[in-house]
């Protein structure tokens, strides 16, 4: 017989290499515990965009203990930890640190009870209501397994802890400060995100558009004030305005196909003092979400025009119309969804591995993607089945994310999150 291996034996040595003893779930099973305690400690402890001081540190300790090479202050508050293991693809997972101005109400033991001043000087409670504290404790539980495992696979694994999702432009302040220039440029750029209505143990795909563009709008419609019984004396702003937010869904249903989806929300309108005073101006803010480039353009133009329409049918000033906000359409590879969602199913089983329909949400980890590498973020299951039946019996639905009542059920979402996504690295930096 041969002393030369076969190509069919090294393949299976390997593969039972990748699938032995150390297996993505039963490690994640094993080490819950103590990942429960990251997990309670990151939701204790929230900060508001571009504040996230406490949080990044914590996340870097927990990578520099690992023997990963951190550097700090990326972006502002970002991190970037490389965990280099030979020669291999260099494949990015990213976590957001940031939570949201959010007073907790979920009476968990471990509520965050932090109070923090916001831009404008506000104090506001801080809260963890988006799952960042979850992606965190998935992206260190990731950490530990391939750092206790690399035998396995082969390559860098590039960790990214990005500040500021919340507000859409923590992504773009780390792709400035030099990402992917400083820093090995990824083959591919991985994130989770939780699913406050899919129940756990699932995690959900879909290839393509999976979020919306965002865009926030402020308008600011000009009028002449006066005594509320003599209209005819002034130019009312709260008229302008009245017409303008009636008008503006003419945008979605008689200028956009139908086969678009767009939304044109005014979230906040405020004009004028007193019953019987008319101001001089009234204030609107908007979102606006699309998906292709085009529709976009075109929702946003649309705005600006019926804004000033409104104004001149009314014989008013030029209204100020400003942009802000934008945050683009998060698209997934579509090869990298292909390659990766039969691992999920291989690892989790092929009834929690479900299609997602497309969100008009929004995720700032669209710019690694329109940056030039293939990206896939995937839905994970953070409500337990039999909580989501109790309330489904109850005539409820689930607290959304942002819901200061949102909470996950940390354990199985863990376990999921950390399997599902050192499953999906260790397909993709398989030993050669």
């Given at each position: 017989m041969s002393k030369t291996l076969s190509p069919l034996i090294v393949v299976l040595t390997l593969s039972m290499s990748v699938l032995g003893a150390d297996k993505p779930a039963d490690w994640s099973k094993d080490h819950v515990d103590e990942l429960l305690k990251v997990y309670q400690d990151f939701h204790a402890h929230p900060e508001l965009s571009f504040r996230e001081e406490r949080t990044a540190?914590?996340?870097?300790?927990?990578?520099?203990?690992?023997?990963?090479?951190?550097?700090?202050?990326?972006?502002?508050?970002?991190?970037?930890?490389?965990?280099?293991?030979?020669?291999?693809?260099?494949?990015m997972i990213r976590t957001d640190l940031d939570a949201l101005p959010v007073v907790e109400a979920t009476g968990l033991p471990f509520a965050s009870k932090v109070i923090a001043k916001d831009p404008k000087g506000n104090d506001v409670g801080v809260m963890?209501?988006?799952?960042h504290d979850i992606h965190m404790t998935c992206q260190i539980g990731v950490a530990r397994y391939l750092a206790a495992n690399k035998d396995a696979?082969?390559?860098?694994?590039?960790?990214?802890?990005?500040?500021?999702?919340?507000?859409?432009?923590?992504?773009?302040?780390?792709?400035?400060?030099?990402?992917f220039t400083r820093f090995p440029?990824?083959?591919?750029?991985?994130?989770?995100?939780?699913?406050?209505?899919?129940?756990?143990?699932?995690?959900?795909?879909?290839?393509?558009?999976?979020?919306?563009?965002?865009?926030?709008?402020?308008?600011?419609?000009?009028?002449?004030?006066?005594?509320?019984?003599?209209?005819?004396?002034?130019?009312?702003?709260?008229?302008?305005?009245?017409?303008?937010?009636?008008?503006?869904?003419?945008?979605?249903s008689r200028e956009n196909s139908p086969f678009e989806p767009v939304v044109v929300t005014v979230g906040s309108i405020h004009g004028g003092t007193k019953h019987n005073i008319i101001s001089d101006q009234c204030r609107l803010q908007l979102t606006v979400r699309?998906?292709?480039?085009?529709?976009?353009?075109r929702l946003l133009e649309g705005i600006r025009r019926k804004a000033k329409a409104a104004a001149l049918s009314a014989g008013a000033p030029e209204p100020i119309v400003e942009f802000s906000d934008a945050t683009p359409a998060t698209r997934n590879d579509e090869d990298l969804v292909a390659q990766v969602v039969p691992v999920f199913r291989r690892v989790l089983g092929d009834e929690n591995v479900v299609p997602t329909e497309p969100s008009m949400g929004g995720e700032d980890f669209s710019e690694y993607?329109?940056?030039?590498?293939?990206?896939?973020?995937?839905?994970?299951?953070?409500?337990?089945?039999?909580?989501?039946?109790?309330?489904?019996?109850?005539?409820?639905?689930?607290?959304?994310?942002?819901?200061?009542?949102?909470?996950?059920?940390?354990?199985?979402?863990?376990?999921?999150?950390?399997t599902a996504m050192s499953?999906?690295?260790?397909?993709?930096?398989?030993?050669q």
């Open positions: 540190a914590k996340l870097a300790t927990a990578l520099k203990a690992l023997g990963i090479d951190v550097t700090t202050g990326v972006g502002k508050m970002g991190i970037v930890g490389l965990l280099k293991n030979g020669d291999g693809p260099t494949i963890h209501a988006c799952g696979w082969r390559g860098t694994v590039m960790f990214v802890g990005q500040p500021a999702e919340e507000v859409g432009n923590g992504a773009q302040s780390m792709l400035k400060d030099g990402l440029r990824p083959r591919y750029a991985l994130a989770l995100h939780v699913d406050a209505a899919m129940p756990t143990g699932k995690v959900g795909f879909r290839a393509g558009y999976i979020l919306a563009n965002v865009d926030s709008v402020d308008i600011v419609m000009k009028g002449k004030g006066g005594h509320g019984a003599f209209p005819h004396t002034t130019i009312d702003p709260v008229v302008q305005a009245a017409h303008l937010i009636v008008d503006l869904q003419s945008l979605v699309s998906y292709g480039p085009e529709v976009r353009e993607g329109l940056a030039g590498v293939p990206i896939f973020m995937f839905r994970l299951g953070s409500v337990n089945a039999d909580r989501l039946a109790e309330m489904k019996q109850g005539g409820k639905t689930p607290p959304s994310l942002h819901s200061p009542f949102y909470y996950p059920d940390a354990r199985e979402t863990i376990t999921t999150g950390v499953a999906a690295l260790l397909d993709l930096m398989k030993p």
